[in-house]
């Protein structure tokens, strides 16, 4: 199964027609889960298309027709086994809006608690937990350079986030 298709249209640019590509992807979730003594739950794995083992929160598409938030909740039990009984949105964003309509919706999740993982096949998953310095630590050395896993972090640790959002 494949997640993206490659897509093109006519578009008229400068009074000119040209045809534009862009990646086709379904919707993507990323949950930046907190546990409650306040360290962070991240993921452990290999990634393929940059070949090395990245560490990151915890994220996966939303299945047709799922709402965001069963996606990354489901995710989250997938991929590290907690549960959560609470979970806020921080802010979607497009990581690469020149060539892809992806868009990643990141949810900050609490009330944590532990179950059993259900990995997807072909997923080989360490779940970490993190103090916010150690976190914070990881992105600067490079050992966390994934971007949604650093939006996530730095959203969830801004005075925006503390104020309440628009619906």
């Not at 965001?68 to 989250?76: N, S, V």
């Not at 802010?91 to 990643?104: K, L, N, Q």
Request: net charge negative.
């Amino acid at each position: 199964m494949s997640y993206f298709r490659i897509k093109s249209r006519q578009v008229e640019v400068r009074g000119r027609q040209m045809t534009m590509e862009w990646v086709e992807f379904p919707p993507v979730v990323a949950v930046l889960p907190v546990t409650d003594d306040g360290r962070i739950v991240l993921v452990k794995q290999y990634r393929a298309p940059v070949d090395r083992i990245t560490v990151e929160v915890p994220a996966g598409a939303a299945n047709r027709g799922e709402p965001l938030e069963g996606a990354a909740l489901r995710e989250l039990a997938e991929e590290t086994g907690f549960r959560a009984r609470h979970l806020r949105r921080l802010c979607s964003f497009y990581p690469a809006i020149g060539y892809s309509d992806e868009e990643i919706t990141l949810f900050e999740a609490t009330g944590l608690s532990p179950g059993e993982t259900d990995f997807d096949e072909g997923e080989d998953i360490e779940v970490l937990l993190k103090t916010p310095g150690e976190v914070e630590k990881m992105i600067c050395d490079g050992t966390i350079s994934d971007s949604k896993s650093i939006l996530a972090f730095m959203i969830w640790r801004s005075p925006i986030a503390l104020s309440p959002q628009d619906p």
